[in-house]
């Protein structure tokens, strides 16, 4: 995605209907929206080529699948050895994301286990890697916000008056 990209009304409308109806084809956005179903089509089209749309898979919930523990890690790792630790992670399927991050700690990541036994399992293995200088967690006691994009391009958002004209509703 290129810096110079900005949302405009239709796209975060387009993008909030799809995460309201995520199994509603070109057809039914098309309806909704109040647009040319060609319009919709392109929408689309340029989101997935932007990268604004990076996955067309189901939202799951890992507590409801099982995985009712979570905790946020963050890892201290030896200067140069990022790549190493993220095979580390990667190959742990218990890792949901990671992310390098500044301050005090290089990496921040989430972990989803069925257990609190299976989560201490988890970090023993992170503490295994030789990459990993130190590592610090807590546990998740429960979602406050859930993660969430549309308020923020929403926000961002050109204003109506600019942006091709449609209807809500529906």
């Given at each position: 995605?290129?810096?110079?990209?900005?949302?405009?009304?239709?796209?975060?409308?387009?993008?909030?209907?799809?995460?309201?109806?995520?199994?509603?084809?070109?057809?039914?956005?098309?309806?909704?929206?109040?647009?040319a179903?060609?319009?919709?089509?392109?929408?689309?089209?340029?989101?997935?080529?932007?990268?604004?749309?990076?996955?067309?898979?189901?939202?799951?919930?890992?507590?409801?699948?099982?995985?009712g523990?979570?905790?946020?890690?963050t890892?201290?790792?030896?200067?140069?050895?990022?790549?190493?630790?993220?095979?580390?992670?990667?190959?742990?399927?218990?890792?949901?994301?990671?992310?390098?991050?500044?301050?005090?700690?290089d990496?921040?990541?989430?972990?989803?286990t069925?257990?609190?036994?299976?989560?201490?399992?988890?970090?023993?293995?992170?503490?295994q890697?030789?990459?990993?200088?130190?590592?610090?967690?807590?546990?998740?006691?429960?979602?406050?916000?859930?993660?969430?994009?549309?308020?923020?391009?929403?926000?961002?958002?050109?204003?109506?008056?600019?942006?091709p004209?449609?209807?809500?509703?529906?």
């Amino acid at each position: 995605m290129t810096d110079d990209y900005r949302a405009d009304a239709l796209d975060a409308a387009l993008l909030r209907t799809l995460a309201e109806r995520p199994r509603s084809g070109d057809l039914e956005l098309s309806r909704v929206l109040k647009v040319a179903r060609a319009t919709v089509q392109g929408r689309l089209r340029r989101l997935d080529e932007r990268g604004v749309i990076r996955d067309w898979a189901p939202a799951v919930d890992v507590a409801a699948a099982g995985f009712g523990v979570q905790a946020i890690i963050t890892l201290e790792i030896s200067q140069g050895l990022l790549e190493d630790v993220r095979e580390h992670l990667a190959a742990m399927p218990e890792v949901l994301e990671a992310h390098v991050t500044t301050g005090d700690h290089d990496v921040v990541c989430r972990v989803a286990t069925e257990s609190h036994e299976r989560l201490q399992d988890v970090l023993v293995r992170l503490n295994q890697s030789p990459s990993v200088v130190r590592s610090t967690s807590v546990v998740v006691l429960s979602e406050l916000i859930p993660p969430r994009v549309l308020p923020l391009l929403e926000s961002r958002a050109a204003p109506a008056d600019r942006a091709p004209s449609f209807r809500r509703d529906g």
